[in-house]
């Protein structure tokens, strides 16, 4: 099992940017796809973005393609995502997600196991 915790929402001016954090614990954390998911109020949980467990791939919808970026640090146990040019439409509560196995091309959230509690990114007009 592994426990995830995130960090680093907040309010930004649209154009802004953000990094948020997703430290793991638990089992070895290279074992796991990693991945960030969003949920607006009144709407589905959506993919952002997906790294393999040696972050040699990613993957992104086109929504957040160019903008945002996902890597991740194994010997920190830490996944992260940069997003830039940041719109209200971004404005969400963003969730970091892992899988044990799989690609990064796993883009619904029942394909991931664990989920960190979310932390909250919103953008102002």
């Known amino acids: 099992q592994v426990q995830l915790v995130e960090a680093g929402g907040g309010l930004v001016q649209a154009g802004g940017s953000l990094r948020l954090s997703c430290a793991a614990s638990?089992?070895?954390?290279?074992?796991?796809?990693m991945a960030w998911f969003r949920q607006a109020p009144g709407k589905e949980r959506d993919f952002v973005a997906a790294i393999s467990q040696s972050g040699g791939m990613t993957y992104y919808p086109d929504s957040v393609k160019g903008r945002f970026t996902i890597s991740r640090d194994n010997a920190k146990n830490t996944v992260y995502l940069q997003m830039n040019s940041l719109k209200p439409e971004d404005t969400a509560v963003y969730y970091c997600?892992?899988?044990?196995?799989?690609?990064?091309?796993?883009?619904?959230?029942?394909?991931?196991?664990?989920w960190g509690q979310g932390t909250q990114v919103t953008v102002s007009s």
């Open positions: 997600a892992a899988r044990s196995g799989g690609s990064v091309y796993f883009t619904t959230s029942r394909q991931y196991d664990y």
């Open positions: 638990g089992r070895t954390f290279s074992y796991y796809v």
